[in-house]
Structure formats: C-alpha cells, structure tokens
C-alpha cells in the first residue's frame, strides 16, 4: 500500500512538473539568441580586438623605455673595462642602461592611425547590430515555422476527430443497409491518410523546434517547446507608406549600408596612412649607462725612504751635449687595491646621451609609392561596394515592399477562400449524413477545407513576417517588433 502511494505520489509530481514545462514566447526567444547567439559572441571577439588596436594607435603617442642588465665572466686575453687594455685576466663584469625615444615627426601618422582605429572601432560595432539584426529576423522565422507547423497539425488532428466519428456512423448506416460498404472502405482509407498527416505534422513540428533551438545554442532539444499564442496581423499601415520612403529611410537606418560607408571611410584613411611614407621622420632619444667590475681598482705603491727617486729613461740633452734622465719613484714594494664598492662604480662609471634622429625617405624600390597605389586601388573598390550595397538595399526594399502586398493579397483571398470551403464542406456533411453523397466526393470536401484552413494560416504567418520585415526597413529595432 505505501509503495502504491509513493508511486503515486512521483507520478503526480511528474505530471505538475511536465505541466510547468517552460514555454518559450517569440520575444524570450528573441532575447535569448541575443545574448546566447555565438556567431555573435565571435562577432563580439572583433569588437574587443578593434578596442586593443585602438589602445595600440595611442600608445604610438607615448615615449618607450626600455632597461637592460648584463653580467658576464671573462678569462684569458680579454680587455680590461678599466684600462681598455687586453690582458690575460679572469674577471666579472656588469653594465647596465635605461633608453627611452618618442616619435617626434612623422607626417602625423600616429593621428591618422588612431582614426582609423577608431573607425574599425565603429565598423565592428555595426557589424555586430547587422549580425543581431539578422539572427533575430531567423529566430522570428523559425518561431513562426513552428507555429505554422503546430496551427498545421491541430487542423488536422481536428479533422480525423470528425473523421472518426463518421467512421462510427458509417458503420451503422452500412449495417443498416442504408450505404454501400465502399464508403466506409473510402472514409476508413480517409482515416489512414490522417493518421499519416498527423504523423508527418508531429514530426515536422518537432523538426522546427530542433532548428530553433539551434538558432537559441540550446542544449536540451527535448524538453523546448514554445508557447502557443495566436498571433495576430498587426502594423499593416505600413504598407500606406511609399517605396520611396521606405528606401530613403532604410538608408540612414539600416547597417547594410552603415558597414558599406564605413568601409569607405577605412580605405580613405588607409590612402592617407600610405602617403605619410613619403615624408621624414624625427625621433628624440635619450640613453643612460654605466658598469661595474670585479677588476682591482689600482696599485697602493711604497717608496724607498732614503732614496724615494731614480735615474729613469733619457728624456733629452742639454746644451753642452749631456744626456738627461727622468726621475723615476723608487718602488719598492706595494699591494694592490681592490674593486671600489658597487654604488661607488655606478656612480664613477655612468654616462649619458641624448639627442635627436632625423630619417629622410629617398628612395626605396617604389614601395612606399605602390603602397599608395594599392591603397587608391582599395578606395576605388570600397566606393564600389558602397554603391553596390545601396542597390542591392533598393531592390530588396522594392521586394520586400512586394511581397508585403502580395502576402497580404494572398492572406485576404485565403479568408475567403476557407470561408467558401467551410460552407462547402458544411454542405457536402449534410449531404453524407443523409445519404445524398457517397464517401468519396465527402472525403474530397472535407480535404479542400483542411487544406483551406492550412493554407489561411500559412498565409497569416507569412503575411506577419513580411511586415516585420518593412518595420526594420523603416527604421524600427529589432528588439521593438511588435507582434
């Protein structure tokens, strides 16, 4: 008994759990996609890169500095630091620098390259609200496939329902005699065709949930569904606007060509990059060494008391022909000074240097000139796809402007086209029940009325899509499409 309840219990908890199941609507899908989207979040990775290289444009403003420390061992013939002398020696020695230069002239380059940066800057940020842009145009897309696919599947799962009751029926007025039994053969056969149609809708609404959920980077492809609105046709007073302004509109509004005039503007800056090749460049510099050494500092001498001088080398003749000799110390002894302390070597041995660097560009094979050349080149082809991209704009605003009105058409002779079939079908029922009609002309009927109604919505949801599609054309960001 209490394993009886307990299975219950996890049942019904199930059950409500299952009811709860989370049902997405178009705009928390919308939203979702946004901030989850990883052709996006790559997107966002050219944004932060376009930032470091703008940080890399001001850091061209600024002086390096740079420090280096060198210690080495030296044994056998080497040059003594001290004396500049080779001896056979074993010694330690250490040098130490700070440099520090600045770009003083350069034709404004470092200016140049820092707009650029700041329009490749931009140029990534419009390319990440295309991006957002498109991605949820495919989601709303998606979403209405799959509500499309569902408003589908309920028709006819509708249908088999009057279907099996007429199955019911016809089997009693062809055990009565009343009707051949052909007809329940063809309602049993009209029957089997459903069945297969409800399959074929299930299973294409499951489909349409998997893409949708792709287009979302969801995981648990199972357990997604969304909610079940009925979606109404709403800002058709669009269409009482003009082409001609909508296309006027969609050009200040719309990425497509934001991107394109960007684009233009990095090539002119480019060029003008290029040209500062030709002009010098002046550089500032200032360097600061010194040493240090393991290497005696001298030689503490003694002198002989009683006779502190000799007789050296001759250094000259005087005027009666004698030989002069140089007074030489009378060394008699010593020992040798070490290495003056590390802080005092620094001190004595430190030098400085500073100046300026002029470096004037004669001639370099024509690079810096077939640079320009290829930057010209660049204009030339961002200027064209400027051009392009307004065209193309043109013509799929005129489309799109098109297809609206055809789509509402299209949604307009639908409604009356169900109207007229419902009636039909209403008609061919009547008919059937009391024996007027056989099952083959019945189950042709009520076909063309569940394609009406399979059409009208199809159509519905179309017509919902391509107005959407003028609203963003005029100007009306994604994330404020009202549906």
Wanted: aromatic share 8%.
């Amino acid at each position: 008994m209490k394993k009886l309840l307990l299975l219950c219990f996890i049942a019904t908890v199930s059950s409500v759990a299952f009811g709860q199941q989370k049902k997405w609507t178009l705009q928390e899908c919308v939203q979702y996609a946004l901030a989850n989207n990883i052709s996006i979040q790559q997107t966002e990775l050219d944004l932060e890169s376009a930032a470091i290289d703008k940080s890399d444009a001001v850091g061209n403003f600024l002086p390096n500095l740079n420090g280096s420390a060198n210690n080495s061992w030296q044994t056998g013939l080497t040059q003594n630091v001290l004396t500049g002398v080779l001896e056979t020696q074993q010694t330690r020695n250490s040098s130490f620098s700070i440099s520090s230069g600045v770009r003083i002239i350069n034709g404004f380059r470092n200016h140049k390259v820092l707009d650029r940066a700041e329009l490749s800057r931009i140029a990534a940020d419009y390319n990440i609200s295309k991006l957002k842009d498109d991605i949820a145009l495919n989601v709303a897309v998606a979403y209405l496939q799959v509500l499309l696919a569902k408003e589908s599947a309920k028709v006819v799962v509708s249908q088999n329902a009057v279907t099996q009751q007429q199955i019911e029926r016809t089997q009693e007025l062809v055990e009565g005699g009343v009707l051949p039994r052909g007809d329940l053969l063809e309602i049993k056969a009209t029957n089997a065709n459903e069945i297969q149609r409800i399959v074929s809708s299930e299973n294409a609404v499951q489909i349409g949930l998997v893409n949708l959920a792709q287009l979302l980077n969801l995981k648990d492809f199972a357990n997604f569904d969304i909610a079940d609105a009925n979606y109404q046709v709403r800002g058709e007073e669009i269409l009482n606007t003009e082409a001609e302004v909508l296309i006027a509109t969609a050009k200040d509004t719309r990425y497509d060509i934001k991107i394109a005039t960007q684009n233009e503007e990095i090539a002119r800056k480019d060029l003008e990059i290029s040209k500062t090749g030709f002009f010098p460049t002046l550089d500032g510099f200032f360097n600061y060494n010194t040493r240090e050494s393991n290497r005696d500092s001298g030689f503490d001498v003694v002198i002989d008391p009683n006779e502190p001088f000799v007789q050296g080398n001759p250094i000259g003749v005087t005027e009666g022909g004698e030989v002069v000799n140089s007074l030489d110390p009378n060394i008699i002894g010593g020992n040798a000074i070490g290495p003056l302390p590390f802080f005092e070597q620094l001190y004595l041995n430190d030098g400085i240097s500073y100046g300026l660097s002029l470096n004037v560009p004669i001639f370099n094979g024509w690079s810096t000139r077939n640079q320009v050349k290829r930057s010209e080149v660049n204009v030339m082809r961002s200027e064209f796809q400027k051009e392009l991209a307004e065209q193309n704009l043109r013509v799929a605003v005129y489309q799109a402007y098109t297809d609206a009105k055809a789509a509402k058409e299209s949604y307009e002779a639908a409604k009356t086209a169900l109207e007229s079939q419902e009636l039909a079908y209403q008609y061919a029922k009547d008919r059937y029940d009391v024996g007027l009609t056989n099952a083959f002309d019945f189950s042709q009927s009520k076909l063309r009325y569940d394609n009406a109604q399979i059409e009208l919505a199809r159509s519905k949801y179309d017509y919902i899509f391509r107005i959407k599609v003028l609203e963003l054309y005029f100007g009306v960001p994604v994330t404020e499409l009202k549906f």
